[in-house]
């Protein structure tokens, strides 16, 4: 793809993008999950969502790529045990869930610009931000990102929130808990809808 990587905009000091950009590569990946997860005719689990996989087009419209170790679920299945991974038995079963889980804390690398796998012993990426949200979310976002002299400064700190919230419920450690990438897709694309009537 022309413009490379989601990866690549974040940690490379030569590219920036701002809140609007963000959020509409969160949106394009988050419809993109829901198609694989309940518009295909055989379930898609891909299995390596992560900003190395998000290409980004000309106009900066986000792709999954690398489907090299993605699953395939018929409609009578809703979880998959497989010997890709560990040795059956002893594995949980994969599933959307996996997707879901790993699509949350790809806004939480892409708000806060800080890689998922940076931190130290019994603090994640999940963590660091779930401790900020919503009060102290100004300590954890790229503070590149948002401007004390921007007229909407408090709406993007509190649309970033928003999406933090979401986030998070993505990567809630009970399966069952995790937001289905439907509810996903029209909570993403309400935020949209309210940045752009700042």
């Known amino acids: 793809m022309p413009n490379g990587s989601l990866e690549k905009y974040l ?48 106009d900066m419209v986000a792709h999954l790529s690398d489907f090299g170790i ?49 931190f130290e012993g019994d603090l994640s990426l999940k963590q660091w931000v779930s401790y900020s949200i919503p009060e102290a979310v100004m300590d954890v976002v790229d503070v590149n990102l948002l401007t004390s002299m921007d007229n909407h400064y408090q709406k993007e700190l509190d649309l ?3 999406i933090m919230k979401v986030a998070l419920d993505c990567c809630a450690e009970s399966p069952s808990g995790r937001t289905n990438m439907k509810d996903v897709v029209g909570m993403v694309q309400m935020m949209k809808i309210q940045l752009l009537a700042f």
């Open 70 to 118: 993605s699953k395939l679920l018929c409609e009578n299945e809703s979880d998959l045990y497989t010997k890709t991974f560990a040795t059956l038995g002893y594995i949980a079963p994969v599933s959307t869930k996996c997707d879901v889980y790993s699509y949350g804390i790809m806004p939480l690398e892409t708000f806060t610009r800080r890689r998922s796998n940076e």
């Open 160 to 162: 970033v929130a928003s």
């Open 11 to 58: 940690y490379s000091h030569n590219y920036f993008l701002d809140i609007m950009r963000r959020l509409s590569i969160m949106i394009d990946v988050a419809c993109a999950l829901e198609y694989l997860h309940h518009g295909c005719l055989s379930l898609v689990i891909h299995c390596d969502l992560k900003p190395s996989n998000v290409l980004l087009d000309e």
